[in-house]
């Protein structure tokens, strides 16, 4: 079992940047994959970033990239998103998820996470 806690969300102009951070509970922290999804009102839950278990290797939505990076510390069970050039259409709820490492897991699908966090808002004013 994970519980997960974000932080970090806000209200920021466009061009500002963010640092969300998702802290985990319990042990094992270090054998889960952790992906961020954003979620704006009306759409569908869209893939962010996820980041593997060593922190070595990362994969961004197209939306982001170039811009968000993720990263991982697991002595202090925590993962970071790093947000900067914030558009409007980055504006959403941001959620930290996670779910144990399989060499065949498609970790851009929200589906394949068991564990998620409640959220953190994170606004762009134009």
């Known amino acids: 079992q994970v519980q997960l806690v974000e932080s970090g969300g806000g209200l920021v102009q466009t061009g500002g940047s963010l640092r969300l951070s998702c802290t985990a509970s319990g042990s094992t922290f270090r054998s889960y994959v952790m992906g961020w999804f954003r979620q704006a009102p009306g759409k569908e839950r869209e893939f962010v970033a996820y980041?593997?278990?060593?922190?070595?290797?990362?994969y961004y939505g197209d939306s982001v990239k170039g811009r968000f990076t993720i990263s991982r510390d697991n002595g202090k069970n925590t993962v970071a998103l790093q947000t900067n050039s914030l558009k409007p259409e980055d504006t959403a709820v941001y959620f930290c998820a996670a779910d144990r490492w399989s060499p065949l897991g498609v970790y851009s699908d929200s589906s394949k996470y068991d564990y998620w966090g409640q959220g953190t808002q994170v606004t762009v004013s134009s």
């Open positions: 980041v593997s278990p060593s922190g070595s290797r990362t």
